[in-house]
């Protein structure tokens, strides 16, 4: 099985800060990762996928990046609305699937 | 629109059966693996396993395997996550996902908050 180490698991910012969060296979997934963001509450919603691709509707501060093994969530500019918990997940086994541990981005 | 819209809460008794379901709209719901994702209280997701409707194959998390039973009725498009004996560690939110041609998971139910207490 493909192991997702998620990092930091979780961090303060201030709004208008860069934020990069981290994900690490314990294997080669070829760009097979995708990003979710996750509010209380409520079902995770996706932001990237392929590693560096942006969902339809997600705004341009979200980028991601990485290959083999190491990947990065960042966030340009942290806005109000994306304080939230972010998971990553590897799809390079489909249709088996791990998710990351997950990183909650608080308010400093 | 895709849709996944899941059964409402469940409250059980430890040992009880219970069954919760998934009903896909909006895509040709054989042809897309479907499956569920734990979220125990304030932890992180957790693949528990999918299946393809058209064929009824089946794959599970190996912490899973045994543990719980994923079916589906193409007839209905929904498809269910069943357990035959509940434990008080099953209480989470259970959330049914569609994967995507590309294999990433692209839809996501509203989630089944299923609690398992004495």
């Known amino acids: 099985d493909i192991q997702m180490t998620q990092s930091p698991s979780s961090l303060s910012a201030s709004v208008g800060d860069r934020v990069t969060i981290t994900c690490r296979a314990s294997?080669?997934?070829?760009?097979?990762l995708a990003w979710y963001q996750q509010k209380p509450g409520k079902a995770p919603k996706l932001l990237l996928y392929?590693?560096?691709r942006l969902e339809s509707g997600v705004p341009s501060r979200f980028s991601g990046g990485g290959s083999g093994t190491d990947y990065t969530l960042t966030i340009s500019s942290l806005q109000p609305e994306d304080f939230a918990t972010y998971f990553c997940h590897q799809y390079y086994t489909t249709p088996l699937l791990t998710f990351g541990g997950g990183t909650k981005v608080e308010i400093k | 629109e895709v849709q996944l819209v899941q059964s409402g809460a469940e409250v059980k008794k430890p040992e009880k059966s219970l069954k919760i379901s998934c009903k896909g709209s909006g895509y040709s719901f054989s042809s897309h693996w479907i499956g569920w994702v734990r979220q125990m209280p304030g932890k992180g997701l957790e693949w528990m396993g999918f299946?393809?409707?058209?064929?009824?194959?089946?794959r599970y998390s190996p912490s899973f395997q045994g543990h719980v039973t994923i079916s589906a009725d193409r007839s209905i498009n929904t498809v269910y996550l069943q357990w035959s004996s509940l434990k008080a560690s099953d209480t989470a939110m259970y959330y049914c996902v569609r994967q995507n041609a590309g294999g990433w998971i692209d839809t996501w139910g509203q989630g089944t908050l299923v609690t398992v207490s004495s």
């Open positions: 392929g590693a560096s």
């Open positions: 299946i393809y409707p058209d064929d009824s194959e089946t």
């Open positions: 294997q080669h997934i070829s760009n097979s």
